[in-house]
């Protein structure tokens, strides 16, 4: 019986422990500031137009078709978040990616659109302010163990002065 016991602990802690990768520490974070957020409701004449992509093994773009692109006011709990998240780089690996749960008031005070087939996106009407840009491309090739291909973020400032679109460009490599 304590073989049983002993074998049974065992397999628990591996089955606990397998590929699970622990989880940033958030815990610095300041608190979520709503008013801080809310320029992101209001309506502006810019218009931030842009396009992801990673760079696959070969160096090609690999565009995020389909993929769901993030507009988010870049707050002091924004940017305390992404630091943490990204460890002071702009580009994780699949492999990388933690899973936590914003705060449902912070995905409150984002946008989101959906990249077309060319990795292409618009978000119009932007108010003055600074934000991040997200976007990630998973690539799961057939029978491959691991996937490739990450999330990727960039900045871009809004002045209200804009004339033309604001291009970027939100690239993982």
Sequence with gaps: MRHFLLMLTAVSLVAGCGGQRPLPNLANEPAFDAKAAAYIHKQGDATIQGEAFVLGANGKPVYAAGELVRLVPATAHAQARFRSLYKGKTYLPAGEIPKVRPDPEYAKYTRTTVADGR????????????????????????????????????????????????????VGR
């Design 119 to 170: 990795g292409k996106f618009l978000f119009d009407n932007v108010a003055p302010g600074k934000y991040f840009v997200t976007a990630q491309k998973i690539i799961r090739p057939p029978g491959a163990l691991f996937a490739s291909g990450g999330a990727m973020y960039t900045q871009v400032a809004i002045t209200g002065r804009e004339r033309f679109p604001v291009k970027i460009v939100v």
